[in-house]
């Protein structure tokens, strides 16, 4: 058989990370070395870009303004939020035969990858030749076969430093803070708040996860506990905490829901769960002093707070992703393995793996109290936060013994 011939597409997915942009970049040089790629073409706005040939050609683009784009955050060929079906995947085929891409890089979450596997098997049933690889995205850090995911460890340094700052904030000024962090089902980014503790008094003192079900009455008792201890309490809390039953809690406490574009209660950017969980504490306690942020978008592509070891793994995932597409001829998505203390190899699996499937915390990284996480999860997490980051230290000055007041 010939040699596969023809134009390369790459497109962006889903919610932008810090570091997304390393991968498009990796894709798009990696791809013009290759003789068998004619032309390099980035679709703006994802799917919904491809859908409508909104296509700039990254061919003619130049390395240094390309490198450049690589440290930028967000999505630099903006995304979308549409979830192709079967019909809307067979629409993208028509686009992509119809452009003779022959190659297509798609950079995104679960349901990018469930794209990818649509489209594929789209072009195989109509004979048509194409390499279709998945690149991994996604600071939930959810996806299946992967050890962790590009744009995760850049979040979690986000939610790490912002946690550690409003820990020192409140030891200044006691009371109740609440942190509210991205996660409808997987906990890993809200895991992440504890990876700057030092002392033993410490906050994030709670941190409550969708992967245990989270009971009011119990989080009140964890509070009061928390405060008689410390005199203060600070809390990390997954948007997607849900009761036994598996409902969100966010409905659960609040009277009125708004829901997204594909039907899903919308834990985001609202700022509710913090506000409702606040209003709890106040109701059912004694104190009163309570105060919540919610980081909504804040963690995705927060400039200046991006890690090293992240930046250097979404560059990879893009390179080998043109790798096996034109060195090998494979079609799948590209998945991170960890080797040792720490690197990481890159295989790739089949799509069907990957695609639409979350992975959760598993076990050993929640403390048996379903409040909190473990040394295996710190030992897990810590390498992909990157290097320098700060430790936050305290005066250590021996006290003065009272004269008036002894």
């Given at each position: 058989m010939s040699q596969l011939k023809g134009k390369a597409l790459v497109a962006q997915g889903g919610g932008p990370t810090a570091v997304i942009n390393q991968s498009l970049v990796g894709i798009t040089l990696e791809a013009r070395k290759c003789p068998q790629i004619e032309r390099v073409y980035g679709?703006?706005?994802?799917?919904r870009g491809i859908l409508e040939e909104e296509f700039v050609d990254l061919s003619q683009e130049t390395s240094h303004n390309l490198e450049l784009v690589a440290l930028t955050p967000s999505s630099a060929l903006c995304s979308t939020r549409d979830k192709p079906d079967a019909t809307y995947c067979k629409s993208l085929?028509?686009?992509?035969?119809?452009?003779?891409?022959?190659?297509?890089?798609?950079c995104g979450g679960n349901d990018s990858s469930d794209t990818v596997r649509i489209v594929n098997e789209e072009a195989k049933r109509c004979g048509y030749e194409m390499r279709a690889i998945h690149v991994p995205k996604t600071i939930?850090?959810?996806?299946?076969?992967?050890?962790?995911?590009?744009?995760?460890?850049?979040?979690a340094r986000f939610v790490a430093s912002a946690v550690a700052g409003a820990n020192l904030d409140n030891r200044a000024l006691p009371g109740i803070y609440i942190a509210v962090v991205m996660g409808r089902h997987a906990g890993f980014l809200t895991a992440a708040s504890a990876l700057a503790k030092i002392y033993p008094d410490d906050g994030p003192h709670l941190i409550y996860l969708p992967e245990r079900a989270f009971d009011s009455d119990k989080f009140i008792a964890d509070v009061e506990a928390t405060y008689a201890k410390y005199g203060r309490c600070v809390i990390a809390v997954s948007e997607g905490i849900q009761d036994k039953s598996g409902t969100p809690i966010i409905t659960t406490l609040s009277e009125t829901v708004e829901k997204d574009a594909h039907g899903n209660v919308q834990l985001s950017g609202t700022g509710a769960l913090g506000d409702l969980l606040g209003d709890l504490?106040?109701?059912?306690?004694?104190?009163?002093?309570?105060?919540?942020d919610?980081?909504?978008?804040?963690?995705?592509?927060f400039l200046g707070c991006v890690s090293d070891v992240d930046q250097r793994e979404a560059r990879e995932v893009g390179e080998r992703a043109v790798q096996f597409a034109c060195l090998h001829g494979l079609d799948g998505s590209v998945t991170i393995h960890r080797v040792g203390d720490?690197?990481?190899?890159?295989r790739l699996s089949p799509l069907e793996a990957i695609a639409a499937r979350t992975k959760h915390?598993?076990?050993?990284?929640?403390?048996?109290?379903?409040n909190g996480v473990t040394e295996a999860f710190l030992k897990y997490c810590r390498p992909l936060?990157?290097?320098?980051?700060?430790?936050?230290?305290?005066?250590?000055?021996p006290k003065i013994a009272k004269i008036l007041k002894p």
């Open positions: 679709a703006i706005g994802g799917v085929f028509e686009v992509l035969k119809a452009h003779d891409i022959r190659f297509f890089f798609y939930d850090n959810d996806l299946e076969v992967n050890d962790h995911c590009p744009g995760f460890g850049s979040a504490i106040k109701k059912r306690t004694k104190i009163k002093r309570v105060r919540a919610t980081y909504g978008y804040l963690q995705r592509s720490y690197a990481v190899d890159y915390m598993p076990d050993d990284f929640i403390n048996e109290a379903g936060i990157g290097s320098g980051f700060p430790n936050c230290q305290r005066i250590r000055a």
